[in-house]
């Protein structure tokens, strides 16, 4: 679908970048309006796009009609003219009494397998919206489960869905999650290897889990994890404690995070991440884009053109 700008081949641009930042925000976030409330909220305020998580409030990816109304939301963000990313980090969409249960870490295979069946959804979904991404996340390593046997469940877990992704064309996008097994840029890293660096394997980076955990500063982490940014999500975060904030309640000076960001040549969705404030969703929604806006670096000027509107041959 022509509604996402086309990304270099590191999925960060070809260099410069040459398109100002792109801010959406999340569903898991407006999770008390009804998904069409919440697309027109978002595109009425100006957002870009949206980071859709698959649940059973707003597109259900467990129900029997998915492929009908996921083809009906197609044509609802183009009218719109947003874009998307698939995210996966529903809460209880498999399983009602363990939150983010089952993981790909689980020891029974036929739980692992849920979860994959669940990103094999995303990929597909995904495919039909034109995502730029589908989001997952590794899950908490269970009692009792030694590091190896973890980190090799993961990569068999996800090597079905990225083979479903390189078919679809469509980047998998794992996060870094803090307590999960893969909670940092350098897990990712160790995932990387273990799969044997596969194309369509890209890392969705949390700003605020960087002011969080990571070694790094937020900048200087987006730099170093620029050539598979393939998603980004932001908050505000306060050092060594996982809670997402509401911009200017944190700790992160996010102005030279947004210049890095822009740097990277990066192209796809920034998704503000507030799941715990759907109680206010509109306003925080509504709040967020302005801060954003004015964080982020001026986009550069046109280019100057002659008389003819060829560009000058000075610029």
């Known amino acids: 679908m022509s509604r996402h700008p086309k990304q270099g081949p590191n999925g960060a641009g070809d260099g410069p970048a040459t398109h100002p930042l792109r801010f959406g925000y999340g569903t898991n976030g407006l999770a008390d309006l009804r998904l069409d409330d919440a697309l027109a909220l978002l595109a009425d305020l100006g957002y870009d796009g949206v980071g859709l998580t698959l649940d059973h409030m707003h597109l259900d990816p467990l129900a029997d009609d998915l492929a009908a109304r996921t083809r009906r939301l197609a044509r609802r963000l183009d009218t719109l003219g947003l874009g998307v990313t698939v995210e996966t980090g529903a809460r209880y969409v498999l399983d009602p009494r363990r939150k983010h249960g089952p993981s790909l870490l689980d020891p029974d295979p036929q739980d692992r397998a849920r979860r994959t069946g669940l990103l094999l959804r995303a990929v597909d979904v995904a495919a039909e919206l034109g995502a730029h991404a589908v989001h997952c996340f590794s899950g908490v390593t269970p009692g009792g489960t030694d590091e190896d046997t973890a980190w090799k469940r993961l990569a068999e877990a996800l090597a079905p869905v990225l083979d479903a992704a390189a078919t679809a064309g469509v980047p998998l996008a794992v996060e870094p999650e803090p307590g999960h097994l893969l909670a940092t840029v350098a897990d990712f890293h160790t995932l990387r290897g273990a799969l044997g660096d596969p194309e369509h394997l890209g890392l969705t980076l949390d700003i605020g889990h960087c002011q969080c955990l990571e070694p790094l500063p937020p900048a200087d982490c987006v730099r170093a994890a620029a050539p598979w940014l393939r998603h980004v999500q932001i908050e505000d975060m306060r050092r060594g404690v996982h809670e997402h904030l509401p911009f200017g309640d944190g700790e992160i000076d996010f102005p030279p995070v947004l210049e890095a ?9 920034t998704v503000v991440e507030l799941p715990r ?27 100057r053109t002659n008389r003819s509107g060829e560009p000058s041959a000075t610029h």
Do not use: K
């Open 261 to 269: 960001l822009a740097a990277t040549g990066y192209q796809g969705l």
């Open 277 to 303: 404030h759907s109680h206010a969703g509109p306003h925080y929604a509504e709040r967020s884009l302005p801060f954003l806006r004015r964080a982020a670096p001026a986009p550069p000027p046109p280019p």
